[in-house]
């Protein structure tokens, strides 16, 4: 981690110091380590944690069932021989929760309030994805073209049409409810999510009279292709693009909100509606860009979030939803940064969970979804702030 | 004496042209009711015509409810469409007290978390835990899966029902203070947040707890996991019940088939019937007590209640409390009524299903509560269910739409109107919040009766005149006032400024803080 | 003895300093006053002595009981009851039904009893709307009893607030700028009425006030609060004449440009 401020320092020394090389750093590099650093915190946390459950449940606890492990296993080794790709599955599913995240953070930073919809334009990225996927194989393009251009047109239709979906949510069913008490447009938010889930549905039922939309990945063999990292641990070329594009995706929303007069002018609209608009900002025009830009990027997390799984159905984006909202509510709701952090970190809890509770026969898998709301709950009873959020009293 | 001869003198005003609606009420019941008893099966139209007449049917006690004629006549009228009409009804198609029955249970369910969204102003996602509360307590001890309790041998005896129903309503009770204690510093959206997570880890819980053993071979089973729990015991009925039902029937001229299985539903839908009617009347005169005002106030305002002396962890507790206690009877009779119970029917979509008979109805409005439920119901249970029977039965006989000239057999299989159940809460949901977020039948304050006459409402330009006025004077006595001023006018022009065309380039350099908020 | 003695009270918000030590007397049956520059901890005061606050030094002690860091409805049930400065009313509740929740304390609030009604609730009920019509009158608000509290003009709803706390029945009062925003007519009729309050109920009152006028014709003694801590004390002349005053309000500069 040290190599990056060392690599700033030196470009910052460096007679070839201009403005384009400033701006490299400032919008390019800063970021990129950001984001490094906070994986690399959120790994090590979690193997630490890891590490330190298996450590203390390989001896026999014979006070508690619940936590017993069959007496061959030594789980201390299975922690050991699992962390790497425990970690690299955390680091997957951690972008993908981060920029999911990302589009509820930014709402609530603006309004202040849940866009519980927002779910939903995530699984309308996957259903999109998924179009495009099948459209190019029936146009006998999907195996012709490179991988990557097909990346690019999926992820590509997936932004345009969820921003735009996201627009027209907010125009249609937030937008009336400005200035309404609270629960109001949260409960609208959780009538657009419903409606969302069947409206694709629907769509898909009328479109292609099915409800199970599997990404035809098999047909690319690049997308399957292993790439050997380590001794003993490999990954899939879908695995990096998942990361690649994601990091590509929050260095873009991080020049975008800091570096841009739009961003600049979102963001004055976080801080104070009213005084942004008596300077000027058009606020109505602002909000809807907000959603514009979080729909569009939970339509490309919906995209990578289909890469990842394959199967893709109208229901899916409850749980990951949940899941990201968690994210953005553990990093601090409002606060870019800590989506990413809150993302990654819930990543690897996931990641975490998912491996170790298989070796419990008293639990299993089916609890593995427990732990996100776990997180809800006690973030939001205990520090509703998050872990970068700032503590706001109520006047009296 | 003044008041008898007041009562005299209505009454001879009451000529044929104020009974006029009452006839009209009463004719639309009875025509209603014999179009209903005239539907033949298996007529091809059977579904459309029946999911028309039989919500116009479940309508009429309301119509009968908004009559102004003397209380005691509408509830004799409301009772011979309940006790008499309906039950007729249901021996003709034992589906219609099927549905009426769920709309009792929702609504019974929708006024006790009417208490919890309505009154007090919390926002509960969670709900239907406690429903699978009650209906998991009865479900376990009396389900013939092989959990825990029925191999110990600990099973409940069908007649404990009674004492069950009360466990059930105490034990949701119980589970309702658990869940409300940690979340009482929470408000509004993070409230609604948290109580989804609690509601979907009893979901979780109840679904996964099939094995909390380490040892594989002898598991220990207290849910049947995601299975559920089959075979459910009834309450056990005295003889003559089925006898009377069955002498009944019979000289009805509408012999039941299964006069066992028909005595049982006409048993739980008095049951519910009665259990709804009862939270109805407890919520209403909750509602119209110190706890009820208590409970506004915390809604209205926290701080200020509880500088009132309002004890606020008191209150929030007990809303929860008895919110959840009415879910939890509802749980045990939905056990007993359905025999099984399975996860499934505890998700957020059914949380969400309540909700929006609350919403529907109008958000601390008990008859709108009931009503919410008849049409929610309704439309899920019946009109789209219909719809689907419609179209199946249309396909079998390879029908085509006339005009458009659409083979209804090319209707997709995937587009199955009775699994679009989200599409309509969601719909229903959005529209009320845009237009009538107060819900259909909306909660009245009281007007309490005075002595004195009722001022007249001020009317708006009064109101904006008073405030708006700020004299000069009073700017240079109090400073606070100065800042007050300068409020209001940013506001003004906050607002202003919004309605101005969108064609200015926002211009951010200026007005933006020195120290941006976000710096990923 | 003293009916409410502050000894040593701070409260620190961050690095902030709001309250600082303020030892702080109230005589039975007397109309007081805290007055001070905007930002002097006169409102953090009171939510100190409302519990609204916990304060992080010191003690209060309300009719010989220690009320320090009790909840708000404890302290309320103890007998002090208070108005805010931002009306905070319950805005869906009619005016009488306002005045009801405030009289909370003072009924036998049990559930099983609302649900079954005995006799004996139904006679709370009607002693207790019976009570709350008498202070509308007190008000002035009696025929304005059934209309919604957010619907009420400005004037109105302050003299609700004060119905509402008189309504807890309270030995002591307090009011935070109860006559802010109004014009000198209802301002005069808000002091006879604060009056009335000491005079007919015999409630010791306490108030945060901006307007001298108030200040100065109707309580017995006025605090002077400054950047925390209590920088005079006495009767209104007295305070008037204090050169510390004078600064605290005209000096340092940029103060003067108010009045």
């Known amino acids: 981690m040290t190599a990056v401020p060392n690599l700033a320092s030196a470009l910052s020394r460096s007679r070839l110091l201009n403005g384009a090389a400033e701006w490299f750093l400032q919008y390019f590099l800063k970021p990129i380590g950001q984001i490094l650093l906070f994986a690399v915190i959120a790994g090590s946390s979690i193997s630490l944690l890891a590490l330190a459950v298996g450590f203390v449940l390989q001896t026999d606890w014979h006070g508690i069932d619940i936590l017993r492990v069959p007496a061959r296993i030594n789980l201390f080794e299975q922690v050991v021989r699992q962390l790497p790709n425990m970690l690299l599955d955390g680091i997957t599913i951690g972008f993908v929760y981060a920029v999911i995240a990302l589009g509820y953070t930014m709402v609530y930073g603006v309004l202040k309030f849940i866009n519980f919809a927002h779910s939903e334009i995530f699984m309308m990225g996957a259903v999109v994805g998924y179009e495009v996927m099948i459209r190019l194989r029936d146009g006998q393009l999907l195996s012709e073209l490179p991988p990557l251009v097909v990346i690019i047109l999926m992820i590509g239709a997936a932004m345009l049409v969820c921003g735009a979906a996201a627009v027209v949510v907010e125009r249609v069913a937030y937008k009336p409810l400005r200035g309404a008490p609270r629960l109001v447009p949260l409960i609208s938010a959780i009538g657009v999510s419903f409606f969302l889930t069947d409206f694709v549905r629907a769509f898909q039922a009328l479109n292609r009279n099915i409800f199970n939309m599997p990404y035809p990945t098999d047909l690319v063999p690049f997308f399957g292709a292993r790439i050997n990292i380590a001794e003993g641990l490999s990954t899939t070329n879908t695995t990096l693009i998942i990361i690649i594009s994601a990091i590509i995706m929050l260095v873009g929303l991080n020049y975008f909100v800091n570096a841009t007069k739009i961003g600049k002018a979102i963001r004055a609209v976080s801080q104070d509606q009213a005084t942004a608009s008596l300077m000027g900002i058009n606020v109505n025009l602002m909000i809807t860009i907000t959603f514009m830009v979080g729909g569009a990027l939970g339509g490309a997390a919906g995209v990578l979030y289909g890469l990842k799984t394959t199967n893709v159905t109208p229901y899916i984006g409850f749980i990951p939803g949940l899941k990201a909202f968690t994210a953005a509510v553990l990093g601090g709701i409002g606060n870019i940064t800590g989506a990413v952090l809150g993302g990654l970190l819930l990543g690897m809890l996931e990641a975490f969970f998912s491996a170790l509770l298989p070796y419990f026969p008293a639990l299993g898998l089916g609890y593995s979804d427990i732990f996100a709301f776990a997180v809800l709950i006690l973030v939001l009873l205990f520090r509703p702030t998050g872990l970068l959020g700032k503590k706001v009293d109520e006047k009296v | 004496m003044a008041t008898q001869s007041l009562l005299q003198e209505r009454a001879s005003r009451l000529n044929w042209r104020e009974a006029l609606p009452t006839i009209f009420a009463i004719l639309y019941v009875l025509i209603v009711f014999s179009l209903l008893r005239s539907l033949n099966r298996a007529d091809l139209w059977f579904p459309t015509y029946s999911s028309i007449l039989f919500p116009l049917f479940v309508f009429s006690p309301f119509i009968i409810f908004a009559l102004k004629i003397p209380f005691a006549l509408r509830a004799v009228l409301i009772a011979i469409i309940g006790l008499v009409l309906m039950p007729i009804l249901g021996m003709q198609d034992s589906f219609y007290l099927e549905l009426i029955t769920q709309i009792a249970i929702f609504a019974a369910m929708a006024i006790g978390l009417n208490v919890v969204v309505g009154f007090a102003g919390l926002l509960d996602l969670g709900y239907v835990a406690f429903f699978a509360v009650g209906a998991y307590l009865w479900g376990i001890f009396t389900s013939n899966a092989n959990t825990i309790v029925r191999i110990s041998g600990a099973q409940a005896a069908p007649e404990l029902f009674w004492l069950f129903l009360f466990l059930g309503v105490i034990a949701a009770a119980i589970t309702g203070i658990l869940l409300g204690l940690p979340v009482l510093r929470l408000r509004g959206d993070y409230l609604a947040i948290v109580t989804l997570g609690f509601g979907e880890i009893i979901r979780i819980l109840v679904s996964n707890l099939s094995n909390i053993s380490s040892n594989r071979r002898n598991p220990i089973n207290i849910t049947n996991g995601a299975q559920g729990l089959p075979g459910i015991l009834s309450p056990p009925l005295p003889d003559f019940m089925f006898q009377a039902v069955e002498s009944l029937t019979n000289s009805l001229g509408l012999p039941v088939n299964n006069v066992r299985a028909f005595t049982y539903q006409l048993f739980y839908y008095g049951l519910v019937l009665i259990v709804c009617a009862l939270s109805a009347l407890i919520a209403a005169r909750l509602d119209n007590s110190p706890i009820g005002r208590a409970w506004t106030a915390i809604r209205e305002d926290e701080v200020a209640a509880q500088a009132m002396g309002v004890p606020k962890v008191k209150m929030k507790l007990l809303a929860f409390a008895l919110g959840a206690s009415f879910a939890g009877a509802m749980g045990v009779i939905f056990a007993a009524r359905n025999t099984f119970v399975s996860p499934e029917s505890f998700s957020f979509i059914q949380s969400i299903f309540i909700l929006a008979v609350v919403i529907v109805g109008g958000m601390g409005s008990i008859r709108g509560a009931i009503f919410g439920a008849a049409i929610v119901t309704l439309l899920n249970l019946q009109v789209l269910k219909n719809f689907s029977l419609q179209i199946n039965a249309l396909r079998n006989i390879d029908w085509v739409v006339p005009i458009i000239d659409f083979p209804i057999r090319n209707w997709p299989q995937q587009l199955e109107p009775a699994r679009y159940e989200r599409l309509v809460f969601g719909l229903l949901l959005i529209v009320m919040m845009i237009f009538r977020p107060s819900g259909l039948l909306p909660a009245k304050r009281r007007q309490l009766e005075l002595q004195g006459e009722r001022a007249e409402r001020i009317s708006e330009k009064e109101l904006t005149a008073d405030v708006a006025e700020i004299r000069p004077e009073d700017l240079l006595s109090a400073p606070a006032a100065i800042g007050e001023a300068k409020e209001a006018k940013a506001a003004n022009a906050a607002d202003i400024a919004e309605d101005l065309p969108a064609d200015q380039p926002p211009t951010p350099g200026e007005g933006l803080p020195d120290e941006p908020k976000e710096k990923p | ?259």
């Open chain 3, 1 to 259: 003895m003293p009916l409410l003695e502050a000894r040593g009270v701070t409260k620190r918000f961050g690095g902030l300093i709001a309250v600082q030590n303020v030892d702080y007397c109230i005589e039975p049956h007397t109309i007081n006053a805290i007055i001070g520059p905007n930002g002097a901890g006169k409102t953090t005061f009171f939510n100190l002595m409302t519990g609204i606050y916990t304060p992080d030094e010191g003690r209060i002690i309300f009719d010989g009981k220690d009320i320090t860091g009790l909840k708000p409805n404890r302290i309320n049930q103890a007998g002090i009851a208070r108005t805010f400065q931002n009306i905070r009313l319950f805005g869906a509740m009619t005016v009488i039904e306002n005045c009801l929740v405030g009289m909370h304390r003072r009924l036998h609030v049990d559930w099983v009893q609302a649900i079954l009604r005995p006799p004996a609730f139904n006679r709370q009920e009607r002693e207790a709307q019976r009570r709350v019509e008498e202070l509308l009158d007190f008000v002035g608000l009696r025929d304005k009893a059934n209309e919604v509290a957010k619907n009420l003009p400005y004037g109105d709803q302050r003299r609700l607030e004060l119905a509402r706390a008189l309504a807890s029945e309270p030995k002591l009062l307090l009011l935070d700028e109860p006559t802010a925003g109004m014009n000198p007519q209802e301002t005069a009729a808000a002091m006879q009425l604060f009056r009335a309050v000491r005079d007919e109920f015999g409630i010791t009152v306490l108030l945060i006030e901006h307007d001298m006028r108030v200040v100065m014709g109707i309580s017995e003694r006025v605090t002077v609060l400054d950047y925390g801590q209590k920088i005079a004390e006495g009767s209104p002349e007295e305070v008037r004449r204090n050169p510390r005053v004078i600064e605290a309000y005209l000096g340092r500069g940029s103060a003067a440009s108010y009045i």
